[in-house]
């Protein structure tokens, strides 16, 4: 089976986001108000082929924490849609 995995990596709540605090000075800084915070991460799509879904869970889980998120500093989130 194909499956498309829809990963999300962002930094954890505890450590601070220079990207996401330039952003919001940005956004100020234009004059676009209502903004309070801003953390930036990435998006991930891969597509991946597997026996079934619970062998695609863990093949992503594998690769997110081997590769893709450093969790001393980020977290992580995925989807799997069989496509």
Do not use: W
Not at 32 to 61: L, P, W, Y
């Amino acid at each position: 089976m194909k499956f498309l995995a829809s990963i999300d990596v962002m930094p954890i709540k505890e450590i601070l986001d220079p990207q996401g605090k330039a952003v919001l000075l940005g956004l100020k800084n234009l004059d676009i108000q209502g903004f309070s915070d801003c953390r930036i991460g990435k998006h991930i799509n891969m597509e991946i082929e597997a026996a079934d879904k619970a062998t695609a869970e863990s093949i992503v889980e594998d690769a997110c924490k081997k590769l893709l998120a450093n969790l001393i500093m980020e977290e992580y989130t995925f989807e799997l849609t069989a496509i």
